[in-house]
């Protein structure tokens, strides 16, 4: 017998699946009996043992050994933070824009991320744009921003837009080349795809628990590579980002060699849980098959909407989690899609409807009846 999870079995992990078709994964991933437990967890933690600390610790110490497990780092490498945005505001404000401003980014980018990159001209960087071929973004666009003016080159591993994976290992290669450091957003690709960071070769990458991770919001994980020279020391700092956050030294201002430099204040306890419910279940799936299994169903998927005559704007070919639809209104047909208990993710003109393992062909039946349902009304 396989030592993981197949995909019918991984669904009956999610009870609310039931009478759910949950397709919202890029923005929420589905509540598992193990999320809803660990909720309770932490209560029964307090009812037990009042103020358990060191428990709480070892929760968070677990999740970030998990996560760094998950994308082939060392615990070492990965700090716990409250959300991406916060990852990469530290890991820009470590960097040192005097000599070298630039940072490339492109349209494809989690807003967020970008009005990080953006904020950070107040420091003296400035922002350049990799053009997008309209869906999708090519190495090219990045080859012709990149010299020896630039500091970093963000990338997400897998678009929020459309789904569509983007050529991280060659923008990585041609960042390198020009002694630029690569900050990697894997947020819509972890949990549903193998992720390496040795393999993609980048210096940063960030991603949280909520969407394919299966977990909540309130925590993000940043991976910096280990060797990194730290330009300088970051602009956040709290307790746990000293040498020995149990010094309680009020005049030491120490950063450890480490990613923990990166953190602040009390780490998020609450959604470290969370975070621990969503690995039980990543870590007992083969996330070789799950790619192979949402693939086959996202190929479907927009094969049938386009026949149904939907304007598809994930670009052909593409390997990432998600199938999205142009709409004019796609807050009211999501609207309309939850009253039959379709859950979808609407963003800007689009509509997204992702895949994960819990996902079967039963729920592309009944979402592709039921946007044609709402078009036909
Ligand atoms: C690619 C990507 N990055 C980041 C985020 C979230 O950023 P933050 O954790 O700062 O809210 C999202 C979605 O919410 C996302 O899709």
Not at 96 to 123: C, K, M, Y
Not at 261 to 269: K, L, N, Q, V, W
Not at 319 to 325: D, R, S, T, W
Request: charged fraction near 20%.
């Amino acid at each position: 017998m396989s030592q993981y999870l197949d995909a019918a079995q991984f669904r009956a992990e999610f009870p609310a699946l039931t009478d759910t078709v949950h397709l919202a994964s890029c923005s929420q991933g589905a509540l598992s009996s193990r999320l809803a437990y660990s909720m309770q967890e932490i209560g029964f933690s307090m009812r037990d043992r009042g103020a358990p600390w060191s428990l709480w610790m070892a929760e968070v110490e677990w999740a970030r050994e998990r996560f760094a497990r998950l994308i082939g780092a060392s615990p070492h490498e990965v700090a716990i933070l409250s959300c991406a945005s916060e990852a990469a505001f530290q890991a820009a404000s470590s960097l040192d824009w005097s000599d070298r401003p630039g940072i490339v980014t492109n349209d494809l980018e989690f807003p967020s991320i970008a009005h990080v990159w953006l904020a950070q001209a107040r420091r003296g960087a400035r922002v350049r744009v990799a053009a997008d071929t309209g869906e999708n973004v090519e190495a090219e666009a990045y080859a012709n921003v990149i010299d020896e003016s630039v500091n970093l080159v963000s990338i997400p591993l897998v678009t929020y837009r459309n789904g569509a994976r983007l050529p991280v290992e060659e923008v990585v290669r041609l960042a390198h080349e020009s002694g630029a450091r690569v900050f990697v957003d894997a947020y819509q690709a972890t949990g549903v795809m193998p992720v390496n960071v040795r393999e993609l070769g980048c210096d940063y990458l960030t991603s949280g628990s909520l969407k394919y991770l299966l977990g909540l919001p309130g925590i993000a994980f940043l991976y910096a590579r280990d060797g990194l020279v730290h330009q300088r020391d970051p602009e956040l700092t709290g307790w746990f980002g000293r040498t020995n956050p149990f010094a309680f030294d009020p005049r030491l201002l120490d950063f450890p060699d480490d990613a923990r430099r990166f953190e602040t204040g009390t780490p998020p306890i609450p959604s470290a849980y969370a975070a621990n419910a969503g690995f039980d279940l990543i870590e007992r799936v083969d996330l070789n098959a799950v790619q192979t299994h949402v693939s086959a169903l996202v190929e479907e998927l927009a094969e049938r909407l386009a026949a149904a005559g939907e304007r598809v704007a994930s670009p052909a070919g593409f390997l990432g989690p998600q199938v999205a639809i142009e709409d004019a209104d796609p807050n009211a047909l999501a609207e309309r899609l939850a009253e039959r208990r379709i859950v979808t993710a609407p963003r800007g003109n689009l509509l997204r409807l992702s895949l994960h393992y819990y996902n079967d062909r039963s729920d592309i039946n009944a979402v592709v009846e039921a946007i044609s349902a709402c078009r036909k009304a």
